[in-house]
């Protein structure tokens, strides 16, 4: 069965959401997770497990306190409307700051790990000719955690499409504003439109495999590359 109209609204508000907030993530994860790969403070510990909260903890959850936390009698709530902001819940800009929060170890941890995987020496020899903090940063760390910054990629992508739970609690149910593609299959499986939700359902389906596919395939061609690249 073809799309809806109201379907392709959700298809194009999903993207929309997942783009921005896979740049966003890239711009914040990276540096912290550059500090948590190099630092060796006693912070170090509690920021990792923030980080990686999300990772065990249920949506609905995270989405339940972010909704008493930015609600008109929660302090960031309070906040906002003090500032002449407005309100986050029940809008795009709360669902791109939930799937910000949601979506931070998808990202953080693979960056991470290719940071810590590249090891002392390169940033030593760098320093050695003379490379400052931010030229070494932009010329030996981002270039040798590319594998990694392409895994983040994807994954922050992939998993901002996939999400349920906390964009239903932060972001409610409405067309054009906060009606994601998940959400959009729950109501046509509501309404008992299985043919809806089939076709929707499928489309993630097949998206999800090109994605990881493509994941794998573009860090087994860039390991090959800096394999090949190295003396």
């Known amino acids: 069965m073809l799309l809806t109209a109201a379907d392709w609204q959700a298809v194009w508000l999903t993207l929309k959401l997942a783009t921005l907030v896979t740049m966003l993530l890239l711009l914040i994860g990276t540096p912290l997770a550059w500090w948590l790969a190099r630092t060796r403070s006693v912070w170090r510990g509690p920021v990792s497990a923030l980080v990686a909260l ?16 930015l609600g ?19 809008s795009f800009s709360g669902l791109v700051l939930a799937s910000l929060l949601y979506s931070l170890p998808f990202v ?50 992939a998993h901002t499409v996939g999400e349920f739970g906390v964009v239903l609690m932060i972001g409610g149910n409405i067309p054009g504003e906060t009606r994601v593609i998940s959400v959009q299959i729950y109501d046509h499986v509501e309404a008992l439109s299985y043919a809806q939700a089939h076709s929707l359902s499928l489309m993630m389906l097949l998206f999800s495999f090109v994605v990881l596919l493509l994941m794998y395939s573009l860090n087994r061609h860039s390991r090959l590359n800096f394999s090949l690249s190295r003396p």
């Open 54 to 69: 999300p990772l065990v903890l249920p949506p609905t959850v995270l989405g339940f306190y972010l909704l008493l936390a």
């Open 108 to 157: 953080v941890q693979p960056v991470q790990n290719a940071i810590e995987a590249m090891g002392e020496r390169p940033l030593e020899v760098a320093a050695t000719l003379g490379a400052g903090p931010w030229d070494r940063f932009f010329t030996v760390v981002l270039p040798q955690a590319k594998p990694g910054l392409l895994t983040a990629a994807v994954l922050g992508f």
């Open 72 to 90: 008109p009698n929660g302090p960031l709530g309070q906040l906002m409307q003090t500032l002449g902001l407005g309100l986050l819940p029940f």
